[in-house]
């Protein structure tokens, strides 16, 4: 296994980068969440594992950029920064809105001929279970409270009315996309798969994880 001669620094974050031959974890984080989120996964896995772990346009430090509305745009842009690493099967894993990027992203790469390690899809429905969500057209404390009731924002962006406001127009975003992402029929992924749910997770319930659909597309 070999580093790339760039690791496309905008949007794969090494926090601790491993030497050659350790395996590779992609992890996408949630709605309105930054690639920092995953620092603890990736101190605790290196250096037998070395976390890429995406940082999404329009927060942080790439606040300026514009979000990507769309799960399936937003997937392709991340299959195509990822090509200069698949000199070997990626592991994916996503929570939430990362779930539904990270089955996408496994797709992407298999249409594509590669193979993929394995997916890990955390804390979101099968692809094919839908609901009607209109958090993203909530005010903003509206939106906060949802945010606030899941824990998916460190609390210190939460108390910080400047970091706050920073932060919105991501959260805002990634929730729309998450709530308008739309499954579209496909031959199933031939990868391993891994889907985990808390027992009270309000967006997720065990019986949508334990569903026909999902048992038809992640399986």
Request: aromatic letters at 8%; hydrophobic letters at 35%.
């Amino acid at each position: 296994m070999t580093t790339p001669d760039t690791d496309n620094g905008l949007w794969v974050r090494r926090f601790h980068p491993a030497p050659g031959g350790a395996r590779r974890l992609v992890c996408l984080p949630h709605a309105g969440g930054s690639a920092s989120f995953y620092f603890p996964v990736s101190r605790a896995l290196s250096p037998a594992v070395e976390v890429l772990s995406i940082q999404y346009p329009g927060r942080q430090d790439r606040r300026h950029e514009k979000c990507i509305g769309d799960i399936h745009d937003l997937a392709r842009e991340v299959f195509t920064v990822l090509r200069p690493w698949r000199d070997e099967p990626l592991a994916i894993f996503g929570h939430s809105m990362g779930a539904s990027l990270g089955f996408e992203l496994a797709r992407l790469i298999e249409q594509d001929g590669g193979s993929v390690a394995h997916l890990f899809a955390s804390g979101r429905r099968a692809p094919s279970k839908s609901r009607h969500e209109t958090v993203h057209l909530l005010d903003d404390e509206g939106l906060l409270a949802d945010v606030r009731k899941l824990s998916g924002t460190n609390s210190a962006v939460l108390g910080d009315p400047e970091m706050l406001r920073a932060a919105l127009p991501a959260i805002r975003n990634d929730y729309r996309a998450a709530e308008r992402y739309t499954y579209r029929p496909g031959p199933p992924l031939s990868c391993p798969i891994t889907v985990l749910t808390g027992d009270d997770d309000p967006k997720t319930t065990v019986e949508e994880v334990l569903s026909r659909e999902l048992r038809r597309y992640f399986d």
